[in-house]
């Protein structure tokens, strides 16, 4: 385990060779593990962050070095995200044959990658790099994790966790590395060094993976707009808005950046989301929020994921109300560049839609994602499942969710069929390789052996039989 400063004398290149030259040493042997022996390791990840009281110290270090969230809600995360990533890592094949068909005659035998390289972020710096290590172990590979320089406290506190139970288990601790001093030459040396790369966060990031000369999957940005419907049960929304919106104070990229109320219910879904504490600003207000929030044109951190009290006064809001309430609610009427609200907020900022026609309303929401947010995902609440399929069906996004609190759903719920993650793709749409939900076979490669079976050979008619009829040979 990496726990001290490398030496001053040191590159970034010697430093991360000697991570990833550990690294293959212990994936050798973990290459030859059973399946059972594999999922107990992935087991042993699991357990040593979803263990409570290990999960509430992960995220109370988590608060008091990054600034970010609050613990109660972080300690939910490291237990749930945990869990339900473990429920969906239990019984899946990922070691010898994973699948036998006779019919077409392919066997596929699952292999390693070799060692992953995992950059991680701020906002959730026990979670990620545990649903990561998980997912990549679960493929037979080691993992060497980059957090961020906020972030590194926590990870080194997680993986020393790790380590604990390898050794309970007797497998190698090197299977699990993280870089004890996070700096950019450090991160974009591993993604050079390292087999394949997977990163969440910053953008910077992602397209220093892509362009690393490795296998890469990195994630858009959320600014996840939301569609109230003339039909929606509003208290249902207002509180599944509610809890999702201000969840860890909005570190998750996929909470509510906007909603989009249908103008027959708007006044009384105003009222339902006041129920459930939102303050609507006034157009001073507003002016106010925005200065504070974008003093200099870019999202200042003294916002980000900050308590409501905090913003309220950081902006000089003089009302009461605006200091008691949970969230805030902006009018607006426009996006892009000229109207920033429009964007992504990570913070308990809500921006407020009216529209009357669903069709008018999606070509409003594609150019919010078309500033911020593309491909990521869109919700309505809706009783009609038409009008749900027609949002699917127009919006470039990578998910739609009906009648859930968004950041609960998108990446994974225990009452949706997406699987559980922290690393959602976005799609080409985003400049992504993968458009759902990072997965354990995402570190898989697959050997498939093909056998001959009876000859499906097809006639002219079969191919171009509509064609010839349509518009002759």
Not at 66 to 80: C, P, Q
Not at 97 to 102: E, G, L, M, T
Not at 349 to 362: G, K, M, P, Q
Request: aromatic content about 6%; overall charge negative.
């Amino acid at each position: 385990m990496t726990t001290s400063p490398p030496h001053a004398a040191e590159t970034a290149e010697q430093v991360v060779a000697e991570m990833v030259r550990r690294a293959r040493t212990a994936q050798a042997e973990f290459a030859g593990y059973s399946q059972e022996r594999v999922d107990h390791v992935v087991a042993a990840v699991a357990w040593a962050i979803a263990e409570p009281t290990r999960a509430l110290e992960l995220a109370e270090l988590a608060v008091r070095d990054t600034g970010l969230g609050n613990v109660e809600d972080k300690t939910l995360k490291n237990r749930r995200k945990t869990m339900g990533t473990l429920r969906d890592l239990t019984g899946a094949k990922s070691v010898g044959i994973i699948s036998d068909d006779p019919k077409t005659g392919i066997t596929e035998y699952a292999k390693p990658m070799g060692v992953v390289a995992a950059v991680c972020p701020s906002t959730n710096p026990a979670a990620t790099p545990a649903n990561k290590a998980m997912m990549v172990l679960k493929g037979g590979n080691a993992v060497i994790l980059s957090p961020s320089p906020k972030g590194a406290s926590t990870c080194a506190l997680l993986v020393r966790h790790i380590h604990e139970q390898f050794d309970r288990l007797g497998v190698p601790r090197d299977l699990v590395q993280y870089t004890a001093v996070p700096s950019k030459a450090v991160t974009y040396e591993l993604m050079r060094q390292a087999d394949f790369v997977v990163v969440t966060g910053s953008q910077k990031n992602v397209r220093a993976a892509y362009s690393s000369g490795t296998p890469a999957i990195g994630v858009g940005v959320g600014n996840a707009p939301v569609i109230i419907d003339a039909d929606a049960d509003l208290d249902d929304a207002a509180a599944k808005i509610h809890a999702s919106k201000t969840f860890d104070y909005a570190t998750s990229c996929s909470s509510e950046n906007s909603v989009h109320i249908h103008t027959d219910v708007y006044d009384a879904a105003i009222d339902a989301l006041r129920r459930q504490g939102a303050y609507l600003v006034s157009a001073q207000e507003k002016r106010r929020l925005q200065q504070v929030m974008w003093p200099d044109g870019k999202l200042s951190a003294e916002i980000t994921a900050q308590p409501p009290g905090k913003i309220a006064a950081l902006a000089g809001f003089n009302e009461q109300g605006a200091h008691d309430a949970d969230f805030f609610l902006v009018e607006e009427d426009g996006y892009g560049p000229d109207h920033p609200f429009s964007g992504e907020k990570l913070s308990v900022v809500l921006t407020v839609y009216r529209f009357t026609d669903l069709d008018e309303a999606l070509d409003r929401i594609q150019g919010i994602l078309d500033f911020q947010g593309a491909g990521h995902s869109c919700g309505i609440h809706t009783k009609n499942d038409d009008r749900a399929r027609h949002v699917a069906e127009r919006l470039k996004v990578a998910r739609v969710l009906v009648n859930q609190a968004h950041c609960f759903g998108t990446g994974g719920g225990f009452d949706n069929g997406l699987g559980f993650t922290l690393t959602m793709g976005a799609g080409t749409w985003a400049g992504n390789s993968i458009s759902h939900n990072l997965s354990y076979r995402d570190f898989l490669n697959i050997t498939r052996l093909a056998r001959v079976i009876p000859a499906c050979e097809p006639t002219e008619a079969d191919l171009w039989g509509s064609y010839f009829e349509t518009y002759g040979r």
